[in-house]
């Protein structure tokens, strides 16, 4: 059961998603062909169950209840990468730990082409004994707010 969510991120700019078109090719020639292959199309999954390496066509909107995220391949234009899942405790689950633990994780990256961003899974199932139930989401974003369109880690 989702309770409670948070968002932070450096860039508010509206970017659309991404869509991924094939044809086939109608010209007839006499040389070889040669095989394009596309990126596979975008596709949607809720922003709690995001995985490290996900990359998003944009941040949903929690705060007003939005729960999915279009998912596109890193290759192709997008807004930010999943780079870590951090179990928490409940009472842990506010923005200075996410922005602590978010900025952290992101030294692993070449310095100055990235923000973090993050959004906070607080799955306060109290039926189970688990001392982590919420989750940090920490999501990569470009450092001037445009669009990345290659994975963050090469």
């Known amino acids: 059961m989702l309770t409670a969510a948070t968002l932070l991120t450096a860039c508010t700019a509206t970017h659309d998603a991404v869509a991924v078109s094939t044809g086939p090719s109608s010209a007839a020639t006499s ?21 490290v390496g996900d990359c998003v066509a944009e941040i949903p909107a929690v705060e007003v209840g939005e729960v999915s ?23 842990t689950a506010i923005a200075d730990v996410a922005n602590r633990v978010c900025g952290s994780a992101l030294a ?7 923000v973090p961003a993050y959004l906070i899974d607080s799955n306060q199932d109290r039926t189970s004994d688990n001392p982590l139930p919420s989750t940090i989401i920490c999501l990569l974003q470009a450092s001037g707010g445009g669009q990345l369109d290659a994975p963050a880690r090469r």
């Open 31 to 51: 040389a070889p062909s040669s095989v394009v292959t596309d990126a596979p199309a975008a596709r949607t999954k809720n922003w709690f169950d995001l995985d």
């Open 69 to 91: 995220a279009t998912v596109v391949d890193c290759t192709t234009p997008h807004l930010a990468e999943v780079y870590l899942r951090e179990p928490t405790a409940v009472d």
């Open 108 to 114: 692993d990256y070449p310095a100055g082409e990235y």
